[in-house]
T-cell receptor, first 116, second 113 residues
């Protein structure tokens, strides 16, 4: 079974600064997908960024980028120019392409607080 | 497009009762997945339905069941409620092909007294 570990329960960053959230995972699969989801307070969970394991290039989405280290099974999220609206729980998630099933395995989350 | 909707948003039940939660996916999405979110266990996968068939199942007791209708709307049922079933239940919809982006609903907050 796959496991996803987020070792930082809470983090704080000042507005406009950069912060990196850590995620490690354990799997015997060679092909899989990794995601970062954001869950703002009392709001819906939304996808921040995704990475296909077979792609060596790190994914980026505007201010969000990942550092994907397949051999180390590490998948960290970097948020640049942090904004107050980035305050949320961030979940790292794993999905293996078993047929076409869509099961996500989530980490325990990191609560990010962006301060003035 | 309208997003994923879940009803009801809040629910209070007592132990031993049963409950049915509903999820309407984004138009055109054929896959609906259900997750339980609790402070202690985090986000755990319950099951996924695709074209009215359960295609994947998590490690939950048989008290948790679901179904999907021909219009892709899904319901989740929990029978003989226990205090530990108190949680935020999230559903997510997608087109259902490999690693499609899943769009989450706002969740149903279930409290069992």
């Amino acid at each position: 079974a796959q496991t996803v570990t987020q070792s930082q329960p809470e983090m704080s960053v000042q507005e406009a600064e950069t912060v990196t959230l850590s995620c490690t995972y354990d799997t015997s699969e060679n092909n899989y997908y990794l995601f970062w989801y954001k869950q703002p307070p009392s709001r819906q969970m939304i996808l921040v960024i995704r990475q296909e394991a077979y792609k060596q290039q790190n994914a980026t989405e505007n201010r969000f980028s990942v550092n994907f280290q397949k051999a180390a099974k590490s998948f960290s999220l970097k948020i640049s120019d942090s904004q107050l609206g980035d305050t949320a729980m961030y979940f790292c998630a794993f999905m293996k392409p078993t047929g076409t099933a869509s099961k996500l395995t989530f980490g325990t989350g990191t609560r990010l607080q962006v301060t003035l | 497009k309208a997003g994923v909707t879940q009803t009801p948003r809040y629910l209070i039940k007592t132990r031993g009762q049963q409950v049915t939660l509903s999820c309407s996916p984004i138009s055109g999405h054929r896959s609906v997945s259900w997750y339980q979110q609790t402070p202690g266990q985090g986000l755990q996968f319950l099951f996924e339905y695709f074209s009215e068939t359960q295609r994947n199942k998590g490690n939950f007791p048989g008290r948790f069941s679901g179904r999907q209708f021909s219009n892709s709307r899904s319901e989740m049922n929990v029978s003989t409620l226990e205090l530990g079933d108190s949680a935020l239940y999230l559903c997510a919809s997608s087109y259902g092909t490999v690693a499609n982006e899943q769009f989450f609903g706002p969740g149903t907050r279930l409290t069992v007294l």
